[in-house]
């Protein structure tokens, strides 16, 4: 298994040069917000390993938000921000990318501080990775290659049962199986269907998994002492905080939402992005780093296949911190189109958001961290929309295929490749082609 | 558990309902009234409107014995509003879809199915001619003709400009492809009596009052936005107060919105198809029809029914027609996954079923659960119901007469019509994520059977299959559906309280 990584450079842009840096990145898509896979500047479709990436430039839509807390409002410069989602190791992404894109990256952050024609790219780059608190995968390890190549698969037994559906449902489970196999055979030796095995796990990868599984919990343990002793307090500043902490919920501006509005649903899949202020102080702050501590680990752990909680849209997620840890954004890659994943949301994992959310400036009022909040529907779209920010440029390798799609394509590999079904096991896969 | 229970402590907290003040569509079908006719219209001359407004008589929702032979109700699009001379700052209280309308962006476009041969810009009206007011005329035949004459005098006519004069047709409860219609409602909380619960772990039909009207709890427990305005901008004091802001005048209240789609239906295309697909399929014409439906040709689901299937003191209500889930049928036997009914109203709970102890509803919610693949696809159904209230239009062609050849000749169809309190969330959501979708519950290159554009979607060739599951597994596909209904206008339109309605044409 080929586990995937995360790629995020972030750099400031130059004062003076984000107009123009904006026409630029518009030349890279074929429909406003949506990539050309083979744009002149960074031809995504190239690297087989990109399951999805991004240009977005992080510039915070609610800059004078602390002037709620009587704080002075902090202008940050606009920060260009690349994201990418790939298999294997991401410094292998980004060597690769330096070499095969060396002048379009170039042209690219050309509009960034520091960055000049003496520099060295891939250095620079370096330089400008940044990690994220939190990252989450839909299925770790199924990889880009996997993901054609059992799209490929689902293409083949597709057309064979609308062609031979009618033949195939007078026979017996068993038969109807064996049946499909043979053909997926045929398909295999005529070289119309392939199906590698999967790679094999890095080793380094196997060891920093295990023992991420065993500290987090280790680490856990021992400070739990310190951690009981300290829940008196922060449930007490937590309700104190919760009971005053204020609201910031203007009706968004139509505008604002049709600007976005119009660069969504050119694929079933959309990007996300949302960036704000943390609420001030060391209570929040410390207490959103823990809690993503535990998502992070949550996400490598126990969600790793196919699901975040309820939510089974998602095909990538991550966290990040900027601006000193002042502001957070969350960028994902969602299916449908953005009032169901809202709804999704808000119906699924309203506790979920509250979390982690609930310590952003404005986030209508939650109880205990969990309770309230996200399941203030109206307030908590208004929140999402005043702090979504519009993606200059998304591409994703596989367009038209859901997160749900890929499950039902391995799922189909999966019972033409499993040693014996019973019955019940075949009807329920059937059932899914 | 966690199921919705009915007390009587709410009514009595609250007071009777206010039905004097409802446009009677809002509780009526007007099903007796066999005769109907939407007028679209836009102001020529604003003191006449608001005159002809003052003394329409728009019929309210209060029940009456005999019903009455004759019904009037009123809405306007936000351009009617704008006309009317609201000004921004009370406009700004609808929302932002009923603003922006519903042929106003490109990207709600995309959204809601309206690209290709759907597209605004080769609508009949809605989209370069937009209506500034929706007059719904209802009445019983004999009458209908007078009730026209009386309404459309000379007033109206020196009053209004006729955009449409939209006339509709008695099918006898069908809908042009022949089906009974108009069988799945939400039935709404009027006594206020429903007690929310955070989590509904059933399905149910009753449904709160703040999801059809505007200034009521909604399923979420809260006031859904509208305008509600300063008393100073209220002098006369005609609007009652906001339930949720007592200091304040709720131009809202008892409103609702009007989505209003004005579909054709190729009736002969549609039975030529299946004729020419039942052989493949080994089953009837009819019997594929409905399948694609969910129903059969009289209205009942395919799904077998059990007792209790949803909550029983709905029952005087409603027919037992209404009366299911599809939690008896969760792999698509009986009712296909893409059936139009079951995209239209999945009827799912806040959980999948079977989450009855309070373990199990605890790992369910972390997402721990072990579970098929389709189980927690589409959840919380009760957050996206419409009630309906479309009639249908042209002359009715039966199966057999749309089997002989010839050319389809005069249109027929429906003028949709529903009304709901959160257009996003409602309409919309249904239409997107549900009827539209290339991609509903887990279904590959297919849309809504009967309402689907058949539009490619990314990566995809067509959109164009239907699946049906054989009871052994291997499914059916139909393939190459043709569009069998075209959108041919449509809007937005904000249907008024009576009382806001005197205020709009006083003042604004």
Redesign the interface.
């Known amino acids: 298994m080929l586990p995937q990584s995360n790629l995020l450079i972030m750099a400031r842009i130059a004062r003076g040069r984000e107009e123009h840096l904006r026409a630029l990145l518009a030349t890279m898509n074929q429909r406003p917000g949506f990539a050309d896979p083979e744009n002149p500047l960074l031809p995504f479709g190239r690297f087989g390993r990109l399951h999805v990436a991004r240009f977005v430039i992080l510039k915070d839509p609610t800059p004078d938000d602390l002037s709620v807390y009587g704080l002075p409002t902090r202008s940050f410069a606009p920060t260009l921000a690349f994201m990418a989602d790939c298999d294997g190791s991401a410094d292998e992404l980004l060597a690769q990318l330096v070499a095969l894109c060396e002048a379009g990256l170039r042209s690219i952050f050309s509009h960034c501080d520091g960055f000049s024609a003496s520099n060295d790219l891939l250095d620079w780059m370096r330089q400008h990775r940044a990690r994220p608190a939190a990252a989450y995968v839909n299925w770790v390890g199924r990889t880009v290659r996997q993901i054609r190549e059992e799209a490929a698969l689902y293409g083949a037994v597709s057309a064979y049962l609308d062609a031979n559906g009618r033949a195939l449902a007078v026979e017996a489970p068993q038969r109807i199986r064996r049946q499909l196999m043979d053909f997926v055979e045929a398909e295999k030796r005529a070289g119309r269907v392939v199906l590698n095995p999967s790679e094999p796990t890095p080793v380094g990868w196997r060891i920093r998994n295990l023992l991420n599984l065993i500290a987090i919990p280790l680490v856990l343990l021992m400070a739990s002492p310190l951690l009981i002793l300290y829940l008196p307090a922060f449930l007490w500043l937590l309700r104190r905080k919760e009971t005053r902490d204020p609201e910031v919920l203007p009706r968004p501006q139509p505008a604002q939402r049709s600007v976005i509005a119009a660069l969504e649903d050119n694929d079933v899949t959309n990007p996300y992005i949302v960036l704000g202020y943390l609420k001030p102080g060391w209570f929040r702050l410390s207490t959103v780093i823990f809690l993503l501590w535990i998502v992070d680990y949550g996400a490598r752990h126990i969600y790793n296949r196919g699901h975040l909680g309820r939510v089974q849209t998602i095909h990538f997620a991550r966290w990040v911190f900027l601006n000193d840890r002042r502001q957070m954004f969350f960028a994902s890659n969602y299916d449908g189109s953005l009032d169901s994943y809202m709804d999704d949301f808000i119906n699924k994992v309203a506790w979920g958001l509250n979390l982690l959310f609930s310590n952003g400036v404005g986030y209508p009022r939650t109880d205990w961290l969990l309770v309230g909040g996200a399941s203030d529907e109206q307030k908590f779209k208004y929140y999402l929309f005043r702090h979504q920010l519009p993606v200059q440029v998304w591409y994703k390798a596989y367009p038209g295929l859901t997160s749900f799609d890929l499950m039902r394509n391995s799922r189909l590999r999966e019972g033409i490749e499993r040693s014996s079904m019973t019955d019940y096991e075949i009807r329920e896969w059937l059932n899914l082609l | 558990m966690a199921q919705s229970t009915v007390t009587d402590h709410a009514a009595l907290r609250f007071g009777a309902p206010e039905f004097e003040d409802i446009q009677g569509i809002a509780r009526f079908g007007y099903g007796n009234l066999t005769s109907a006719c939407f007028y679209l219209l836009r102001i020529a001359d604003l003191a006449l409107a608001r005159e002809w407004l003052r003394n329409a008589p728009v019929s309210n929702a209060v029940a009456r014995n005999p019903p009455p032979e004759t019904a009037l109700q009123v809405a306007f699009s936000v351009d009617g509003l704008r006309a009317l001379g609201m000004v921004p700052a009370v406009l ?1 209280g609808f929302s ?1 879809e009923f ?2 309308g519903m042929a106003g ?4 476009s ?2 809601l199915g309206d690209i290709g041969t759907n597209s605004p810009g080769t609508w009949r009206w809605g989209a370069g001619s937009v209506p500034h007011l929706l007059v719904m005329t209802y009445a019983t035949p004999a009458r209908f003709e007078l009730w026209k004459r009386e309404l459309t005098g000379s007033l109206w006519d020196r009053a209004f400009s006729k955009l449409e004069e939209l006339t509709t047709s008695d099918m006898g409860g069908r809908e042009p492809f022949g089906f009974v219609d108009g069988i799945s409602q939400p039935i709404f909380d009027w006594e206020r009596r429903l007690e929310l619960q ?1 989590v509904e772990a059933e399905y149910r039909n009753l449904t709160m009052l703040g999801e059809l009207l505007l200034g009521y709890p909604n399923e ?1 427990g ?1 006031y ?2 509208r305008p509600v305005l300063e008393p100073s901008a209220d002098p006369d004091a005609l609007l009652p107060p906001a339930e949720d802001r007592p200091n304040t005048r709720d131009l809202g209240r008892n409103g609702t919105y009007v989505v209003f789609r004005d579909l054709r239906q190729d009736v002969r295309c549609f039975w030529q198809f299946l004729a020419a697909e039942a052989r ?1 399929a ?1 089953r009837t014409p009819q019997a594929l029809a409905e399948a694609m439906v969910g129903r059969t040709i009289e209205g009942d689901p395919l799904v077998p029914w059990g007792e209790n299937d949803v909550l029983a003191d709905e029952l005087p209500d409603e027919s037992r027609r209404n009366q299911f889930t599809f939690n008896r049928d969760t ?2 036997v009986h009712c296909p996954f893409g059936a139009h009914i079951r995209r239209a109203n999945p009827r799912t709970a ?1 959980v999948p079923p079977g989450t009855d102890s309070a373990l199990k509803r605890l790992v ?5 659960a072990p579970q ?3 189980d ?2 589409i ?2 159904a009760r ?2 119901r419409i009630l309906r209230r479309g009639r249908e239009y042209g002359t009715a062609l039966s199966s057999d007469d749309a089997l002989q050849p010839g050319s389809e000749g005069e249109e027929r169809g429906l003028r949709f019509l529903c009304l709901n309190a ?1 257009i ?2 409602q309409f ?2 249904v239409q ?2 549900w009827i539209m ?3 509903f519950g ?1 279904l ?1 290159e297919e849309s809504d059977p009967l309402l689907g554009n058949r539009e490619a ?4 060739r067509l959109s164009g299959a239907f699946s049906l ?2 009871g ?6 139909l ?1 190459g559906l043709p569009q069998f209904v075209t959108v041919r206008g449509g809007g937005y339109f904000f249907l008024p309280g009576l009382r806001a309605l005197k205020y709009l044409a006083s003042r604004v």
């Open positions: 700004e932002a603003l922006s962006e490109e990207a709600r995309r959204r955070n979420y809260k859904t936005d493949a080994n792999e698509g806040d369910q919610t972390l997402g721990l098929r693949a389709r927690d696809v959840a919380s957050f996206h959160n996003a969330r919309e959501f997107n994520a979708s290339t991609k887990g590959t979607i990314a990566g995809s599951c054989r052994d597994g291997v499914r059916h596909r393939r």
